[in-house]
Nanobody
Framework: QVQLVESGGGLAQAGGSLRLSCAAS????????MNWYRQAPGKQREFVAS???????NYLASVKGRFTISRDNAKNTVYLQMDSLKPEDTATYYC??????????WGQGAQVTVSS
C-alpha cells in the first residue's frame, strides 16, 4: 500500500504562483510513476504532469512552460510548481502513484482557485 498526502494550493490571482506537495509513505519502493491530475467542476479528471523513476517528465500541453514537476527522493515528496496561473487552472488537483505491480493510488485532492 502507498499513502499520498497533498498539501499546498489555495487561492491565487491570475499570473501568480502556487506550489503543491505530495508526500508518499508506505511501500514507496514500489512506486514507478508519480502524477498530478486535476478536475474542474463539471469536467472530467485530466492528466497534468508526471515524473517516473528515471526522471522522465511529461506535461499536459496547456501547462507546459508554466508548471514544473519535481521530486525530492530524500523526503519521498513530489512537487508541482505552478507559475503564470490562469483562471482555467482552477480545479481540485490530485496526486497519483502508479506502482510497479500495476496498482494505482490517489491522494485526497487539493483545491486550487485562480481569480481573474
Amino acid at each position: 500500500q502507498v499513502q499520498l498526502v497533498e498539501s499546498g494550493g489555495g487561492l491565487a490571482q491570475a499570473g501568480g504562483s502556487l506550489r503543491l506537495s505530495c508526500a508518499a509513505s508506505g511501500m514507496i519502493f514500489r512506486i514507478n510513476v508519480m502524477n498530478w491530475y486535476r478536475q474542474a467542476p463539471g469536467k472530467q479528471r485530466e492528466f497534468v504532469a508526471s515524473i517516473d523513476r528515471g526522471g522522465s517528465i511529461n506535461y499536459l500541453a496547456s501547462v507546459k512552460g508554466r508548471f514544473t514537476i519535481s521530486r525530492d527522493n530524500a523526503k519521498n515528496t513530489v512537487y508541482l510548481q505552478m507559475d503564470s496561473l490562469k483562471p482555467e487552472d482552477t480545479a481540485t488537483y490530485y496526486c497519483k502513484a502508479d506502482s510497479l505491480g500495476g496498482n494505482t493510488y490517489w491522494g485526497q485532492g487539493a483545491q486550487v482557485t485562480v481569480s481573474s
